[in-house]
């Protein structure tokens, strides 16, 4: 099931960064700090009162420096509209109403999305005063906040959770696997589709920002039933003039948590870029299986015997979070090697449901151990009872020791390399979680 959407639009300075970043702290979990994944993000994943949803920060998504100050809030404003499930729009109540503000609150009154109206840096009951102004912009009640002191913030977040829409069914068979098609504009994500289901379903261009709206495409390969999750379709004439593809993050993490597997299609002339990092940092955290696709391969300049090697190598140090991802060589036009995206999709499905009995991963943790001891603190040493896997998709296994704060982050990578040499793995990310061995009885 995909994550609802909040977007925080405003102009710069009333704190969309510092509401971000502080929602962020006090109120999200961030799922792993494997050394490779970009800690300068666009978005975060939340929850409130059981209610889960993906946060964006729009100051964090790049703007042309050329642009002037409104044609920027108001391309934000517009993207939000049509990308967000909930707007957050942020003004400053020291600073007052101000001409932007009105410019960009006329555009967000036409939004067919629920706007929340957030008055930032009101931080003691005098200052409550200077909200009243912000009626003004016919957006409803503002709420006074104060990002910096973290006040007014629990208000806030129960009115983003009470605009959430109601939750759809997914149109999708239980054995299905559902495919993400991502990656920056003109790689050959769309080109990828249509050579995977034979035909010009979705529209072709070499035109940056050309795809704009998620589809769903079922097809069967070999026996197997697919659904396609291409994040296309035809730019709507007239809406925005600006390219739109720095913005299409959010249409990407939606069809990341729709997926089984994530395809991350980069374009072999040009490589990665910050934005597909984050991109890919999303898939990973979000326990989804990975295939990285290195398309145009046919037109790599200067190849040789060693070409796909050296660009693996630096695929790795790129995406140092993915090193369990295959990796694949692909023409779109040439249709060189897309039969095989299949064959690996349905491998890393499968390698993602794997279940390894108690039994054979105490096997395992006994040769781990005999090999490299586990660490020891202050004369304390660690002790490792027992493993057993607590869940799939991904595949999650919960290791019971003596006192987890002895649990080192290398041991417990060591631990999960294990795991990989001894049951593949290849495709997914696993999470390794440690618990004391009172903790056995809540598992």
Do not use: C
């Not at 939606?254 to 072999?268: E, G, K, S, Y």
């Not at 326990?287 to 693996?312: A, C, E, H, M, Q």
């Amino acid at each position: 099931m995909s994550k609802p959407i909040v977007a925080i639009v405003g102009r710069p300075n009333v704190g969309k960064s510092t509401l971000f970043n502080q929602i962020g702290k006090k109120r999200v979990s961030i799922v792993d700090d494997f050394p490779g994944v970009t800690r300068d993000r666009i978005y975060l994943d939340a929850e409130w009162l059981n209610h889960q949803f993906t946060m964006i920060d729009t100051g964090g998504i790049e703007l042309d420096s050329a642009d002037q100050l409104l044609s920027s809030m108001r391309q934000q404003a517009q993207i939000a509209m049509e990308e967000a499930d909930v707007i957050v729009f942020v003004v400053d109540g020291r600073a007052g109403l101000t001409s932007a503000d009105e410019e960009v609150g006329k555009l967000l009154r036409s939004a067919n999305k629920p706007v929340i109206l957030a008055v930032n840096k009101t931080d003691s009951p005098q200052q409550e005063m200077n909200i009243y102004e912000f009626y003004n912009l016919g957006l409803g009640d503002p709420l006074g906040i104060s990002a910096s002191n973290a006040l007014g913030l629990g208000d806030l977040l129960d009115a983003i959770v009470a605009a959430f829409p109601r939750e759809a069914e997914e149109d999708k068979e239980a054995d299905e696997i559902s495919i993400a098609v991502i990656g920056r504009p003109n790689v050959g994500k769309s080109s990828i589709v249509n050579a995977l289901i034979g035909e010009e379903r979705v529209i072709v261009s070499n035109i940056p920002g050309t795809t704009r709206d998620a589809i769903d495409t079922h097809f069967v390969a070999d026996d197997i039933k697919f659904i396609l999750i291409d994040t296309a379709g035809m730019r709507r004439k007239g809406k925005i003039d600006e390219p739109v593809e720095r913005y299409s993050v959010m249409r990407s993490l939606r069809a990341v948590d729709r997926a089984d597997v994530v395809l991350m299609v980069i374009n072999a002339e040009e490589g990665i870029t910050e934005q597909d990092k984050k991109i890919a940092g999303y898939a990973h955290e979000s326990g989804k299986g990975v295939v990285i696709i290195v398309n145009k391969w046919d037109v790599y300049p200067n190849k040789d015997d060693k070409s796909t090697l050296r660009f693996t190598e630096d695929l790795r140090d790129e995406l140092g979070f993915l090193q369990y991802a295959p990796v694949l060589y692909t023409s779109a036009l040439t249709h060189q090697r897309i039969p095989r995206i299949t064959e690996l999709v349905k491998y890393v499905a499968d390698q993602q449901s794997m279940r390894i009995q108690t039994s054979v991963l105490n096997e395992l943790i006994r040769d781990a151990v005999s090999v490299n001891p586990p660490p020891s603190h202050r004369g304390k040493q660690l002790k490792i009872f027992f493993m057993t896997q607590a869940d799939i998709q991904p595949p999650k296994f919960v290791v019971f020791v003596n006192d987890p704060e002895l649990m080192h982050f290398s041991y417990l990578r060591f631990l999960e390399n294990k795991l990989r040499e001894s049951f593949g793995f290849e495709g997914t990310p696993l999470k390794l979680i440690v618990r004391g061995r009172k903790e056995e009885d809540d598992l």
